[in-house]
Protein backbone atom coordinates (compact mmCIF):
# COMPACT_ATOMS: atom_id res chain seq x y z
CA UNK A 1 0.00 0.00 0.00
CA UNK A 2 1.22 3.53 -0.84
CA UNK A 3 1.71 6.71 1.60
CA UNK A 4 -1.11 8.45 -0.99
CA UNK A 5 -4.28 8.12 0.91
CA UNK A 6 -8.00 9.23 -0.88
CA UNK A 7 -11.61 9.42 0.44
CA UNK A 8 -13.87 8.62 -1.12
CA UNK A 9 -12.94 5.99 -3.05
CA UNK A 10 -16.28 5.83 -4.68
CA UNK A 11 -18.55 8.84 -5.10
CA UNK A 12 -21.49 8.86 -7.18
CA UNK A 13 -22.81 12.40 -7.39
CA UNK A 14 -25.86 14.27 -9.83
CA UNK A 15 -25.07 17.18 -11.78
CA UNK A 16 -26.67 19.63 -9.32
CA UNK A 17 -24.78 18.45 -6.51
CA UNK A 18 -21.25 19.57 -4.99
CA UNK A 19 -18.73 17.18 -3.65
CA UNK A 20 -15.27 17.15 -2.31
CA UNK A 21 -12.39 14.59 -3.19
CA UNK A 22 -9.80 14.50 -0.11
CA UNK A 23 -6.23 13.37 -1.28
CA UNK A 24 -3.31 12.72 2.23
CA UNK A 25 0.06 11.77 1.65
CA UNK A 26 2.41 10.69 4.43
CA UNK A 27 5.98 10.39 2.30
CA UNK A 28 6.78 13.89 3.39
CA UNK A 29 6.88 15.52 -0.18
CA UNK A 30 6.59 19.19 -1.36
CA UNK A 31 4.28 18.38 -4.34
CA UNK A 32 1.25 16.69 -4.62
CA UNK A 33 -1.34 16.45 -8.17
CA UNK A 34 -4.78 15.62 -9.63
CA UNK A 35 -4.72 13.34 -12.61
CA UNK A 36 -7.81 12.56 -14.76
CA UNK A 37 -8.07 9.07 -15.96
CA UNK A 38 -10.84 7.98 -18.57
CA UNK A 39 -11.61 5.16 -20.28
CA UNK A 40 -8.89 4.29 -23.63
CA UNK A 41 -7.20 7.66 -22.55
CA UNK A 42 -4.23 8.71 -21.33
CA UNK A 43 -3.99 10.28 -18.19
CA UNK A 44 -4.27 13.70 -17.90
CA UNK A 45 -2.40 15.97 -15.50
CA UNK A 46 -5.23 18.45 -13.92
CA UNK A 47 -3.28 20.43 -11.59
CA UNK A 48 -0.18 20.86 -10.12
CA UNK A 49 0.86 22.36 -6.42
CA UNK A 50 4.41 22.57 -4.39
CA UNK A 51 4.83 23.88 -1.33
CA UNK A 52 1.16 24.26 -1.56
CA UNK A 53 1.09 27.16 -4.29
CA UNK A 54 -0.70 25.93 -7.37
CA UNK A 55 2.14 25.70 -9.89
CA UNK A 56 -0.04 23.91 -12.62
CA UNK A 57 -3.47 24.38 -14.12
CA UNK A 58 -3.87 22.30 -17.53
CA UNK A 59 -7.02 23.90 -18.91
CA UNK A 60 -9.31 22.79 -16.15
CA UNK A 61 -12.78 23.86 -16.31
CA UNK A 62 -13.85 26.10 -13.54
CA UNK A 63 -16.42 23.63 -12.28
CA UNK A 64 -13.14 21.53 -11.24
CA UNK A 65 -11.24 23.31 -7.61
CA UNK A 66 -8.47 22.36 -6.46
CA UNK A 67 -6.82 23.30 -2.68
CA UNK A 68 -4.13 22.51 -0.85
CA UNK A 69 -4.02 23.66 2.54
CA UNK A 70 -0.92 22.33 3.49
CA UNK A 71 1.95 20.35 1.79
CA UNK A 72 0.01 17.19 3.12
CA UNK A 73 -2.90 17.39 2.03
CA UNK A 74 -5.20 18.20 -1.01
CA UNK A 75 -8.69 18.64 -2.26
CA UNK A 76 -10.66 18.65 -5.04
CA UNK A 77 -13.68 20.55 -4.94
CA UNK A 78 -16.82 19.31 -7.66
CA UNK A 79 -19.70 20.86 -8.35
CA UNK A 80 -22.30 21.02 -11.28
CA UNK A 81 -20.23 18.41 -13.03
CA UNK A 82 -21.30 16.82 -16.60
CA UNK A 83 -21.50 13.31 -17.26
CA UNK A 84 -18.59 13.42 -19.51
CA UNK A 85 -16.26 14.34 -16.03
CA UNK A 86 -17.19 10.26 -14.98
CA UNK A 87 -13.70 8.95 -14.38
CA UNK A 88 -11.05 7.86 -11.87
CA UNK A 89 -9.27 10.71 -10.46
CA UNK A 90 -6.27 9.99 -8.90
CA UNK A 91 -3.69 11.64 -6.56
CA UNK A 92 -0.09 11.69 -6.44
CA UNK A 93 2.84 13.15 -4.82
CA UNK A 94 6.29 13.44 -5.27
CA UNK A 95 9.44 14.66 -3.34
CA UNK A 96 10.11 17.75 -5.88
CA UNK A 97 9.37 19.82 -8.63
CA UNK A 98 12.87 21.13 -8.86
CA UNK A 99 15.34 18.61 -9.06
CA UNK A 100 15.44 14.99 -8.57
CA UNK A 101 13.98 12.55 -7.99
CA UNK A 102 10.80 13.64 -9.95
CA UNK A 103 8.99 10.37 -9.23
CA UNK A 104 5.46 10.02 -8.48
CA UNK A 105 3.70 8.23 -6.17
CA UNK A 106 -0.14 7.57 -6.47
CA UNK A 107 -2.87 6.91 -4.45
CA UNK A 108 -5.82 4.60 -4.62
CA UNK A 109 -7.94 6.67 -6.77
CA UNK A 110 -11.63 7.85 -6.47
CA UNK A 111 -14.20 6.17 -9.15
CA UNK A 112 -16.45 9.02 -9.97
CA UNK A 113 -19.88 8.82 -11.53
CA UNK A 114 -22.00 11.67 -12.61
CA UNK A 115 -25.73 10.64 -13.01
CA UNK B 1 2.69 19.31 -28.36
CA UNK B 2 4.10 16.86 -26.41
CA UNK B 3 3.40 12.94 -26.58
CA UNK B 4 4.37 10.09 -25.57
CA UNK B 5 3.29 6.99 -27.69
CA UNK B 6 3.11 3.24 -26.76
CA UNK B 7 1.60 0.60 -28.63
CA UNK B 8 -1.89 -0.06 -27.13
CA UNK B 9 -1.01 -4.01 -27.00
CA UNK B 10 -2.28 -6.53 -26.52
CA UNK B 11 0.99 -8.00 -26.10
CA UNK B 12 1.02 -11.50 -25.72
CA UNK B 13 4.01 -13.75 -24.07
CA UNK B 14 4.10 -16.97 -22.61
CA UNK B 15 4.89 -17.48 -19.15
CA UNK B 16 8.69 -17.56 -18.80
CA UNK B 17 9.24 -15.49 -21.70
CA UNK B 18 10.86 -11.90 -22.48
CA UNK B 19 8.31 -8.89 -22.65
CA UNK B 20 8.88 -6.02 -24.85
CA UNK B 21 7.34 -2.83 -24.07
CA UNK B 22 8.43 0.43 -26.08
CA UNK B 23 7.40 3.98 -25.79
CA UNK B 24 8.62 6.78 -27.76
CA UNK B 25 8.14 10.61 -26.73
CA UNK B 26 8.42 13.51 -28.87
CA UNK B 27 9.97 16.50 -26.92
CA UNK B 28 13.80 16.20 -27.17
CA UNK B 29 14.06 18.01 -23.93
CA UNK B 30 12.64 15.60 -21.77
CA UNK B 31 15.23 14.51 -18.91
CA UNK B 32 13.83 11.66 -17.48
CA UNK B 33 11.87 8.57 -17.81
CA UNK B 34 9.33 6.15 -15.72
CA UNK B 35 7.61 3.02 -16.15
CA UNK B 36 4.37 2.38 -14.31
CA UNK B 37 2.13 -0.85 -13.79
CA UNK B 38 -1.70 -0.35 -13.93
CA UNK B 39 -3.74 -3.65 -12.65
CA UNK B 40 -7.26 -3.19 -13.77
CA UNK B 41 -8.88 -1.08 -11.41
CA UNK B 42 -6.12 -0.20 -9.47
CA UNK B 43 -3.72 3.19 -9.61
CA UNK B 44 -0.56 3.30 -11.24
CA UNK B 45 2.23 1.57 -9.41
CA UNK B 46 5.82 2.75 -10.47
CA UNK B 47 8.36 0.28 -11.20
CA UNK B 48 11.41 2.00 -12.74
CA UNK B 49 12.90 5.04 -13.36
CA UNK B 50 15.64 5.87 -15.56
CA UNK B 51 18.00 9.70 -15.66
CA UNK B 52 20.18 8.70 -18.45
CA UNK B 53 21.44 6.64 -21.57
CA UNK B 54 21.76 3.10 -21.43
CA UNK B 55 20.80 0.38 -19.32
CA UNK B 56 19.00 0.03 -15.89
CA UNK B 57 18.02 -3.37 -14.36
CA UNK B 58 15.83 -3.45 -11.42
CA UNK B 59 14.75 -7.27 -10.63
CA UNK B 60 13.32 -8.95 -13.60
CA UNK B 61 12.75 -5.83 -14.79
CA UNK B 62 15.10 -3.51 -17.32
CA UNK B 63 15.03 0.04 -18.44
CA UNK B 64 16.80 1.11 -21.54
CA UNK B 65 17.07 4.82 -23.06
CA UNK B 66 18.12 6.07 -25.79
CA UNK B 67 17.41 10.23 -25.94
CA UNK B 68 18.89 10.28 -29.55
CA UNK B 69 16.22 8.05 -30.79
CA UNK B 70 13.75 9.31 -28.55
CA UNK B 71 12.94 5.77 -27.30
CA UNK B 72 12.84 4.19 -23.95
CA UNK B 73 11.76 0.72 -23.27
CA UNK B 74 11.23 -1.87 -20.65
CA UNK B 75 12.45 -5.43 -20.60
CA UNK B 76 10.37 -8.04 -18.19
CA UNK B 77 12.43 -11.07 -17.91
CA UNK B 78 11.28 -14.65 -17.16
CA UNK B 79 7.56 -12.94 -17.35
CA UNK B 80 4.52 -13.97 -14.83
CA UNK B 81 0.80 -14.14 -14.79
CA UNK B 82 1.06 -11.58 -12.20
CA UNK B 83 2.74 -9.32 -14.76
CA UNK B 84 -0.36 -9.03 -16.62
CA UNK B 85 -1.57 -5.69 -16.77
CA UNK B 86 -1.17 -2.31 -18.39
CA UNK B 87 2.38 -0.21 -18.30
CA UNK B 88 2.43 2.96 -18.92
CA UNK B 89 5.56 4.91 -19.82
CA UNK B 90 5.81 8.60 -18.67
CA UNK B 91 8.33 11.18 -19.62
CA UNK B 92 8.95 14.13 -17.28
CA UNK B 93 9.80 17.34 -19.39
CA UNK B 94 10.81 19.11 -16.07
CA UNK B 95 9.61 19.38 -12.53
CA UNK B 96 5.68 19.82 -12.67
CA UNK B 97 5.68 18.83 -16.83
CA UNK B 98 4.69 14.83 -16.93
CA UNK B 99 2.95 13.24 -19.92
CA UNK B 100 1.35 10.28 -19.43
CA UNK B 101 1.44 7.28 -23.09
CA UNK B 102 -1.56 5.56 -23.31
CA UNK B 103 -0.26 2.90 -22.03
CA UNK B 104 0.22 -0.70 -23.44
CA UNK B 105 -1.67 -4.20 -21.93
CA UNK B 106 0.52 -6.80 -21.45
CA UNK B 107 -0.99 -10.68 -21.22
CA UNK B 108 1.31 -13.56 -20.13
CA UNK B 109 -0.67 -16.77 -20.64
CA UNK B 110 0.34 -19.85 -18.31
Known amino acids: ETGVTQTPRHLVMGMTNKKSLKCEQH?????MYWYKQSAKKPLELMFV???????ENNSVPSRFSPECPNSSHLFLHLHTLQPEDSALYLC??????????????FGPGTRLTVT | QKEVEQNSGPLSVPEGAIASLNCTYS??????FFWYRQYSGKSPELIMS????GDKEDGRFTAQLNKASQYVSLLIRDSQPSDSATYLC??????????FGPGTRLSVLP
Open chain 1, 92 to 105: ASSQDIVAVPYEQY
Open chain 1, 27 to 31: LGHNA
Open chain 1, 49 to 55: YSLEERV
Open chain 2, 27 to 32: DRGSQS
Open chain 2, 50 to 53: IYSN
Open chain 2, 90 to 99: AVNLSGQNFV
